[in-house]
């Protein structure tokens, strides 16, 4: 796969001219991907064939796939352009998805002038990484943002692949007294002091209880696994018009919006922030939506966290056709057979309740390890599109 099993050489500029280092470490034991699928399903059809409908039931098992191990830098020695050598890919383990699509199609009674048919699919689906490299191996994620480098997804064996990973919020310290029964945050003392915490500053939750706020307390803070997604489709026609809309949308699924990180964080003087950023904690805004503006990006309160967690259901309107179909009458008169103007709007509205340009965001980088993280996407357009379809 791309040779992966294998090493290269990257060339560096040194003191005394052109070099070559390796650039990976080989593992001439790396193998193809795996997959095993089973499928049962059943056709039937109803009411005269009017009502048509399928379910199918799978279930899907990836093994070996791919994976760089990430290994410390002092066994790498750092990046290639320092002189380091890149970790080498492994099979990494076993991945299990199963579920269910359903297909439900209607076509009603023609008349002579309307028609309608209808179809509707729904897909459920449940991911489970059941094997890796190591059994107590976690794969992580990061987001580095200035000189702040953070995890963002936990992927172990047992759980969903991909899952967000960060602390969990109870609010904003917006008394002394909040203050005074809350345990040490990340080391850092409650004062007055600049670079201490104080009111204003995002509290977090200790999730293990052990009396203090630090890396032992992240944890699971949403999935980009969806309860179901599903598409609809409605075909009409009414004497020489057709209009057909297609429906698509998704429930259930979390999206993290590191967008928002970046835009409502109140950390550098050269970032332009939301509007929706002014709202943050003063002593006369205590009910403040945003916590008070604290200097630099690693600051804690930018740790990713469930407050960047946002529900990424949505039902878009994908596709709207309307077309018209001159009659005999006209078209004879020009020696041709058919005569069509159409006009199609493509992403005509998302209902949603996500706050970033668009929710269906799918892979960042196209890494199946970062679904659903929004790090500035770009959305998809909205096109409009009108043609003529003749035939002769």
Do not use: C
């Amino acid at each position: 796969p791309n040779y992966l099993y294998g090493s290269s050489l990257s060339d560096t500029q040194t003191g005394i001219g052109l070099g070559y280092l390796v650039n990976n470490i080989p593992n001439p034991d790396l193998k193809w991907e795996e997959t095993r699928q089973t499928n049962l399903g059943i056709d039937f059809t109803m009411f005269d064939n009017r009502l048509n409908a399928t379910v199918e039931v799978y279930n899907k098992i990836s093994k070996d796939f791919l994976y760089q191990l990430p290994l410390p830098t002092y066994l790498t020695g750092g990046p290639n352009y320092l002189g380091g050598i890149s970790a080498p890919y492994v099979n990494l383990g076993e991945m299990q998805n199963k579920g269910i699509d359903i297909s439900i199609g209607y076509s009603t009674l023609k008349t002579k002038d309307f028609s309608w048919s209808t179809n509707l699919n729904v897909s459920h689906y449940q991911n489970e990484v059941t094997a890796l490299y190591q059994e107590s191996l976690e794969v992580i994620r990061t987001l580095t943002s200035g000189f702040l480098t953070s995890p963002i997804t936990r992927t172990v064996q047992g759980e969903a692949l991909g899952k967000y990973y960060g602390y969990k919020v109870k609010g904003l310290f917006t008394s002394l007294d909040q203050i005074a029964d809350a345990p040490t945050q990340f080391g850092i003392p409650f004062s007055e002091e600049q670079g201490d915490n104080y009111l204003g500053d995002i509290q977090y939750v200790d999730v293990n209880e052990d009396g203090v706020i630090n890396e032992q307390d992240r944890t699971y803070i949403g999935s980009p696994h969806p309860d179901f997604t599903f598409g609809f489709t409605n075909n009409f026609s009414y004497k020489n018009f057709d209009l057909s809309v297609f429906l698509q949308g998704s429930y259930g699924n979390d999206l993290l919006n590191l967008t928002r990180k970046e835009t409502t964080g109140l950390a550098r003087l050269y970032t332009n922030q939301l509007q929706e950023a002014q709202d943050y904690y003063t002593t006369t805004n205590t009910d403040a939506s945003y916590p008070r503006p604290r200097r630099g990006d690693d600051n804690q309160n930018l740790f990713v966290s469930d407050r960047y967690v946002e529900d990424g259901s949505y039902l878009r309107i994908q596709n709207v056709s309307l077309g018209y179909n001159f009659p005999s009458t006209v078209i004879d008169k020009f020696n041709i057979s058919n005569l069509k103007i159409y006009g199609t709007i493509q992403n005509l509205y998302t209902f949603t309740d996500y706050s970033g340009y668009d929710p269906d965001i799918g892979a960042y980088n196209g890494d199946a390890l970062q679904m659903g993280v929004d790090l500035g996407r770009y959305p998809i357009s909205r096109t409009f599109t009108f043609g003529v379809d003749v035939e002769f």
